[in-house]
């Protein structure tokens, strides 16, 4: 019968620890929107500041996309030897084809190689007057998915430029070395200004909670007076840093959306010069859910320094 006490006691317990927590959840909602205009106002200051890297988040996503679909158009010309028989190119797309690095293999003879450059060149009539036709067969490989990164794919061409009917395997890697250099750029960039703006995200809360407690002062006096603990009058302010934080990453969400929809058609006039058919994507399910637990955990952090600092101050005299 102890043992059942016991439980029924502590269950108890539980759930009245967990419906006092509720309550003051509740409660400091309510709180905040008895000053709705300072409310209002450090919110939006907040989504503002938490929309910037949010929407740098989201390009970064959509940059990747771009840099993966570029990186899937890479090709390898292999520029094969003058005057090479027949029956060795033969061999060689055979053995081209069975390699698992390649996806596609295209052959272009030295007769289609010069029929192209004439249709193509103003030294057409030039040509005429030459003996024997001065290009060499080419072959067009593509590689696989796993031989597409800089350095992979640089490991590959010089693979296939040891063979020996190869005279030159040429990659244009330049442009995508670029880009990637200046995706990097940017992201190292967006991580230092998204750094110094939770840290803004942190002292406006502070900041705004502090304004609270002093709103409270005399009530916090009267509560520590009659017994309260730190514990109980702090939990109130954190929640409404909670709150706030909450807020400001959803109405973050609402700006970044909106401004993806505004630029996604220019965007896509933009990307299809370079036959690129992608459009502007948002946040995906889980950034969503990591954005909105890391603005609560800002808000809370915010809540807690102002409190710790300021809360021990007021003692009832």
């Not at 060499?136 to 020996?164: D, F, I």
Request: aromatic residues 6%.
């Amino acid at each position: 019968m102890k043992r059942t006490k016991s439980k029924v006691s502590t269950g108890r317990r539980f759930s009245s620890f967990l419906g006092q927590h509720a309550k003051q959840l509740v409660a400091s909602l309510g709180e905040l929107w008895q000053t709705p205009m300072t409310s209002v106002m450090t919110m939006l200051v907040l989504g503002f500041s938490l929309s910037l890297p949010t929407l740098l988040l989201a390009l970064s996503n959509n940059a990747a996309k771009v840099e993966q679909q570029w990186q899937h158009s890479s090709q390898i010309n292999l520029f094969l030897q003058l005057d090479l028989p027949a029956a060795s190119e033969q061999r060689l797309l055979s053995k081209l084809r069975g390699m698992a690095e390649l996806i596609e293999v295209e052959h272009q003879s030295s007769q289609q190689a010069l029929a192209e450059f004439q249709a193509h060149s103003r030294f057409a009539d030039a040509l005429q007057y030459l003996d024997d036709n001065p290009l060499p067969a080419v072959v067009k490989v593509v590689p696989s998915l796993n031989y597409r990164s800089g350095e992979a794919v640089k490991v590959l061409q010089q693979q296939l430029q040891s063979m020996p009917e190869v005279s030159l395997a040429r990659l244009d890697l330049d442009w995508l070395e670029r880009l990637q250099a200046f995706s990097d750029t940017a992201k190292r960039a967006s991580s230092a200004l998204s750094l110094l703006l939770i840290v803004a995200v942190v002292l406006i809360t502070a900041n705004t909670i502090r304004m609270g407690i002093m709103q409270r002062f005399h009530e916090i006096k009267v509560m520590k007076l009659v017994g309260a603990t730190e514990a109980f009058i702090r939990r109130p302010f954190l929640y409404s840093g909670l709150w706030l934080g909450l807020m400001s990453a959803m109405l973050a969400l609402v700006l970044v959306n909106g401004l993806l929809l505004w630029l996604d058609s220019a965007v896509a006039q933009l990307l299809s010069l370079y036959d690129s058919q992608l459009r502007l994507d948002g946040l995906t399910g889980s950034q969503v859910a990591w954005l909105l637990g890391c603005a609560c955990g800002l808000g809370w952090l915010g809540a807690y320094v102002s409190v710790r600092r300021h809360l021990r101050a007021i003692e009832p005299q």
